[in-house]
């Protein structure tokens, strides 16, 4: 007899949001939280906004020659990570989820939540023929191939507490003014290229971007890490 599967998350499409309001929301979710809360994914677009994970270094916030004065806010989190970007274009998903009942059998370790996140932009990314890969020490998804391998499309960053809840999460860059990430060392790292899907030749209305990626993380999370990934069929233009 297979256990039980825990049911599907909710997704709440909060819009355009500051994230100030929009993280205290999330402690405030997570405080309040019980065994038997439903997961809960929220998808939403950010004003222009820097956040800072627990450990970074506020170094890697540049200043000097080619950074324009500016008045994007800086808010210091408690997710993992570094300092990175928000801004309109970009779709931002928190993983509002309970891990110790997200496995067939037993709790969804975060290191198997983290790759399921990642396998997430990986298909999407597949979706618009684009390829997405991982790179070992450095959270996120890069271009694959191309004059532009390397470069960073998508960044992740979480917070797991010790019950095993979790918040922050996973954001795609869709078509956006690009520019504020060569004010930071996005993640930590120093010169790191940043691109959407846009400047690599997909021109994708947010909105569906959104669903898509809200889809593929239902997906995704709902699969038993043994069984194998059936991958999303590309779209063609």
């Keep these: 007899m297979h256990p039980t599967r825990p049911a599907s998350p909710l997704i709440r499409e909060l819009g355009r949001a500051d994230y100030e309001p929009t993280f205290a929301a999330m402690r405030a979710f997570t405080d309040a939280r019980t065994p038997d809360t439903p ?15 627990l450990g970074a270094d ?11 004065a500016h008045d994007i806010p ?13 801004g309109p274009g970009q779709v931002v998903i928190y993983l509002l989820m309970d891990l110790r009942r997200n496995k067939p059998g037993g709790k969804l370790y ?6 399921k996140i990642e396998q997430a932009v990986i298909e999407v990314l597949a979706a618009y023929n684009l390829g997405g890969e991982r790179v070992a020490g450095a959270p996120g998804i890069y271009i694959a191939q191309g004059p532009r391998r390397g470069a960073k499309i ?5 917070k797991v507490r010790g019950n095993g809840c979790t918040y922050h999460g996973v954001s795609l860059n869709v078509a956006m003014d690009l520019a504020p990430f060569s004010w930071i060392n996005p993640c930590g790292y120093s010169g790191l290229a940043t691109v959407d899907m846009r ?4 021109e994708a209305p947010l909105a569906d971007v ?5 889809r593929e993380l239902v997906r995704q999370l709902a699969a038993d890490p043994a069984e194998p990934n059936n991958s999303i069929e590309p779209l063609r233009a």
Excluded: I, S
């Excluded at 959104?210 to 809200?214: E, G, I, K, V, W």
């Design 199 to 202: 400047t690599m030749g997909v």
């Design 110 to 115: 975060a290191r198997q939540f983290v790759a």
């Design 39 to 53: 997961d809960e994914l929220w998808v939403v677009e950010h004003p222009p906004v820097f956040t800072l994970g």
């Design 58 to 68: 506020r170094a890697h916030l540049l200043n000097g020659p080619g950074v324009p």
């Design 74 to 86: 800086v808010v210091q989190t408690d997710r993992g990570g570094e300092v990175t970007y928000h």
């Design 210 to 214: 959104q669903q898509a990626l809200a």
């Design 154 to 158: 998508a960044a992740l960053g979480l």
